[in-house]
């Protein structure tokens, strides 16, 4: 009885090791797709780099913009003109 408790516990470990061996290639997998994404500096959603524009701020800081959240900017813009 023991040791078929035993068993069980140990084929749980085994499954919870090989459960978490598989997320980590998943979240790695998932990491390589995602250096084509960058996420929009205001609304934090991930856009593909090239709907996003890029901005400079001091010597290293780069910023993203999606064209919804510059034409958010804009309208904001406009109004208080
Ligand atoms: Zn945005």
Redesign the pocket.
Known sequence: MIVSVLAIAFLVIVAFVAFIGYKAVILRGSKAVDQRNER?S??R?QFDKNDLLLRQVGDYRLLY??R??IMQLYADLGLKN
């Open positions: 929009c205001i609304c959603e913009f999606c919804s959240c």
